[in-house]
């Protein structure tokens, strides 16, 4: 959320506007979202003719022809919107979806799924996760079989964001008798093809207005045009797709802290106990000190890492290490806020309740904080 030496006036112009819309458009809304349990496919639309969602995708299929910096400004100035289920609902087709079918996508894929996903005419969604393979994501068991021109998929996929409402699916398969991370592959399945199940929209604990199914394929078919990159080579796809995503994690996350943050302080400068500000505690003053300091040196190790990967690098170690950072952070934040906020943090009319609940998340999603340390210390040669 702040300025950097990383960002050029381009960055700064983009932010500025993304700002202005998210307060006008966005914020308004979070709490009817929040209690109707979602928020409407139109704000994908709205975002799709604005070019929000196609920022740093080449303008030849409808982006906007930016870096990789106007995706991470993207991640932070969504969490402005105060509710971090849209922002991950974003975030799951701008930095999961749409950036598969960037890197993999044939030409005519591109056309059929890139551009109407970047218009925000489509939504889709990535279906990795299944009830057995989570973490261990070579233990995947959902199959692809061969038949004739066509592909027949079977099995469960699990946790998808944007599952029910999804007009095409993402899906990662791997061939029948195969083990390991050998043989995988990714299929786009369309919304309505036969055999595409969307079982059931899962209740959660936080992040209430993005959707989250469950997805069964039973004799699904899929025609050969649809495997999205290389048959076989699944696994490293989405281990490719899982670097950004991550990065995308550690920023959306120091920008929700700065937010908890800011609210804090407005709260304990104002609220008086024993006769002065609880912010002129000594107790609450340091404990925010020490968290102010936390959130710069997590903003600073995630810019430090989103420059790398502008640079085209892709450090696994560092983004492992920014995701663990940031993410435990933010969740230390909320968790203070709401400390700070005495029981006011506790009732539903504060939005500190629901930032302590979204937050808990990012420390599971896109690879839970023991994957990350399990990254970091295997490059450690552990
Ligand atoms: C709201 C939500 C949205 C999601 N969206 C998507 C989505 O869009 N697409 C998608 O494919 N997935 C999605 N996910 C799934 C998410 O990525 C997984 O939940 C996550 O990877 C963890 O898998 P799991 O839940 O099966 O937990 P498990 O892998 O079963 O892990 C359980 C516990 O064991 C620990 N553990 C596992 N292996 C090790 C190890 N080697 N060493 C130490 N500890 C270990 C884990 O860290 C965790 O604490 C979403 C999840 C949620 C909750």
Avoid at 65 to 76: K, P, R, S, W
């Amino acid at each position: 959320m702040s300025d950097h030496p990383i960002f050029n006036d381009e960055h700064r112009a983009i932010r500025k506007t993304l700002r202005e819309f998210v307060a006008k458009e966005l914020t308004p809304f979070a709490d009817q979202w929040e209690e109707e349990k979602g928020f409407p496919d139109s704000v994908f639309q709205r975002m799709g003719q604005l070019g929000f969602l196609g920022l740093q995708y080449p303008e030849k299929y409808g982006g906007q022809g930016g870096d990789y910096l106007c995706g991470v400004i993207l991640a932070e100035e969504m969490m402005g919107c105060l509710s971090a289920g849209v922002a991950m609902g974003i975030g799951a087709q701008t930095d999961m979806v749409c950036a598969l079918l960037n890197k993999m996508g044939s030409e005519e894929l591109k056309e059929r799924f890139l551009r109407p996903a970047l218009d925000g005419e489509k939504i889709g969604c990535l279906c990795i996760t299944e009830p057995d393979a989570g973490s261990d994501v070579a233990a995947l068991r959902t199959i692809n079989e061969r038949d004739g021109d066509h592909y027949i998929l079977n099995g469960q996929k699990t946790f998808v964001t944007n599952g029910v409402r999804a007009d095409f699916a993402i899906m990662v398969t791997r061939a029948r008798g195969s083990e390991g991370a050998g043989e995988m592959t990714l299929f786009i399945v369309e919304k309505g093809t036969p055999g595409f199940i969307v079982s059931r929209k899962l209740e959660k604990v936080g992040m209430h207005t993005s959707d989250t199914a469950e997805i069964t394929l039973q004799d699904c078919s899929v025609p050969v045009e649809n495997i999205l990159g290389e048959e076989g080579q699944g696994f490293y796809h989405i281990m490719w797709e899982l670097q950004p995503e991550r990065l995308f994690g550690a920023v959306s996350s120091v920008a929700a802290a700065q937010i908890y943050l800011d609210i804090t302080l407005k709260y304990v400068k104002e609220r008086e106990q024993f006769g002065r500000p609880i912010g002129k505690f000594q107790a609450v003053r340091h404990r925010l000190a020490e968290l102010a300091t936390d959130l710069e040196a997590a903003r600073q190790l995630s810019y430090h890492v989103a420059g790398l990967i502008l640079a085209g690098e892709f450090p696994a170690k560092e983004i492992a290490m920014a995701k663990l950072f940031a993410t435990r952070m933010a969740n230390r934040m909320a968790d203070e806020a709401m400390q700070f906020h005495g029981g006011y943090g506790y009732m539903m009319e504060y939005p500190i309740q629901r930032f302590w609940r979204d937050s808990r998340l990012i420390r599971i999603g896109a690879g839970t904080d023991e994957i990350m340390r399990e990254i970091i210390s295997r490059q450690m040669g552990l």
